[in-house]
């Protein structure tokens, strides 16, 4: 997920996260269709919708929606919060990358109710994914 950040960057990133009720197994990346990617972004509705029905066919579904911000910090936009709201995906998770410092990438995991509260959740990610996301 962070290396998908840091190898789109200056663009934005976008993809999900697929596993149980809180834990996700595996990262999928969607592209990004929004035609201003480096402010925004936009999942392919394609690639979403067969990710969902791979997730279905393993008994999975779509626990956290991931995107990343180049230039801000890794809590949703006005424009994600009524995005998510729009789109009735407020069921999963938002998790979003910061890479204001690229070297010292910030994850956070978010959740938006249809009121347009955000609220956050603590997550941990393992080890491994923080070595393969360091970079020197
Ligand atoms: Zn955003």
Redo the contacts with the bound molecule.
């Keep these: 997920m962070i290396s998908h950040a840091l190898n789109t960057d200056p663009d934005?990133c976008c993809g999900i996260l697929i596993g149980d009720t809180d834990h996700a197994e595996e990262a999928k990346r969607i592209q990004n269709t929004h035609p201003t990617p480096i402010?925004?972004?936009e999942m392919d509705p394609v690639a979403l919708a067969r990710a969902e029905s791979e997730a279905d066919a393993k008994g999975l579904k779509i626990v956290a929606i991931y995107?990343?911000?180049t230039h801000?910090q890794a809590y949703?936009?006005q424009?994600?919060v009524n995005n998510a709201v729009q789109s009735w995906w407020t069921e999963p998770y938002y998790v979003?990358i910061s890479l204001v410092e690229k070297n010292r990438p910030v994850v956070r995991a978010f959740r938006i109710s249809e009121d347009f509260t955000v609220t956050e959740t603590p997550i941990t990610t393992d080890g491994d994914q923080y070595i393969e996301t360091t970079r020197t």
């Design positions: 934005e402010r925004r972004y995107h990343s911000h801000s949703p936009s424009t994600d979003l």
